[in-house]
């Protein structure tokens, strides 16, 4: 019988560049405070990251408990 695909909480672990952007994503939080996805991802420069990339550090990183999103959407390092 098939083995289920891992939980995505566990992608991150195991891929250093996901690791790597969503430790970008905290540092940012951390100096700048909450913010909106569209102004995070303009400081951490993720026009230039892989398409989609953003978006799937984002959602590994509050997957892993790295990452809180407010009630309105605002992103936050705990």
């Known amino acids: 019988m098939p083995m289920?695909?891992?939980k995505p909480s566990s992608e991150a672990r195991?891929?250093?560049r996901a690791h790597h952007e969503i430790t970008q994503l905290v540092r940012?939080?951390?100096?700048h405070g909450p913010l909106l996805p569209q102004p995070l991802a303009e400081i951490v420069g993720a026009?230039?990251?892989d398409p989609e990339h953003f978006d799937r550090a984002v959602t590994l990183?509050?997957?892993e408990?790295?990452?809180v999103r407010d009630r309105e959407g605002?992103?936050?390092a705990p």
């Open 61 to 63: 990183g509050v997957a």
């Open 74 to 76: 605002r992103l936050a």
């Open 14 to 16: 195991s891929d250093p």
């Open 28 to 31: 940012a939080l951390r100096a």
């Open 65 to 67: 408990g790295l990452l």
């Open 47 to 49: 026009a230039f990251w």
């Open 4 to 6: 289920p695909p891992p």
